[in-house]
């Protein structure tokens, strides 16, 4: 197969992706794998805390009347231990081992839009050679951006990728929040949050505007929909402040002012940070949260961000004044770890706390090894969880940005 034929059934899968109804997926999927000279290609995503691969659901399985509602159970790999969810883990093509009678090979490799790793495309063919391999990497690809396009508002993607029932106030807050992953060439950042289908009043975003990375975490009080919704009410203004151009003290101060306003008598403390990706500058405010960490050359830099704490916003009939905007400056590698109170003050069954130590040697341990940053934090909730004998009593929620200008 020539590059005009690959080409000629990638631009068809493209045309055929912008009307087509989320739960045909699999079978478009499908049919430019035979047409690529595969004899099987079928597409897995990352259920919610990345625990398992779980198939898209066969149309022609499904019941019409519930667009795309599975008959049965799905078929479901497990993260970490399968061939597939290695693919997913390292970002790396996997190929099964030639079968001694002659039988078909496995492929799988991962579905990555742009740095944001989605699950898997699971190929069978007689033989992968270099050239069918190059075709299967192009599929994955395009399969990731109309995933992406989709999910935004398909309960069949959705069903799919959630295990169990979610919280209001967790429905709340996921509705608000990005995509967990986002990145240039320059920088990456990526998210996590457990407990995913009961979070109370974390948050996390992140946002490129030209060379500027933006950094929000926020930790509302309590664990109730009025947690979710504060948290969500100080994204949105956050939001609002920065389209019109506003710095990290007007962002600060419009959080105030809603929470003021709408939400009363509910404090909430955050790192609001931007890092300009062409110097490294850093500049950051800390409303009563957890200073954020500096790993450099694969260790923390001790005290490098620690600085006194500006009280927590909605302080409502309290002058405490606008926060501190704090600078730094980074070098190229550098990476920032930011996390609230849930992380480093989770128990275990004997009362010990996970701590700031056993948090940065998880992370620093997982990204000497080598593994991209999403992969590193989720390897950190998982120790968290086992921490605490999986249930956590507070939300835990970590932020892994590297700015690495010139990688590519």
Known sequence: MDGDTLGAVLADMLAASHRLAPRAIPLLVADAGRRLGLTGARVYVADLQQQGLVALPDPEQASPLTDGDRTGDPETLPVDNSLAGHAYRTESVRLSRPDSGGGERTGWFPVVDGIGRMGVLRVTAPEIDASLRHRCEALAGLVAMILATKQPFSDVLTRTMRTRPMSLQAELLWAFMPPRTIGTAAVTSSAVLEPAYDVGGDAFDHSLAGDVLHLTLLD?????????????????????????????ADIAAEIDRTLERWIPERLLTCVIGDLDTSSGRLEWINCGHPAPLLIRDRRIVTGALDRTPHPPLGLTGYDVGPPPVHTAQLQPGDRLLLFTDGVTDARSATGELFGERRLADIVVRALTEGLPAPEALRRLIQHILVHQDQRLSDDATTLLAEWHPGRW
């Open 220 to 248: 509302a009080m309590g664990h109730d929909l009025a947690s979710g919704g504060c948290s969500a009410a100080a994204l949105a203004a956050c939001r609002a402040t920065r389209h019109v151009g506003g710095g990290l």
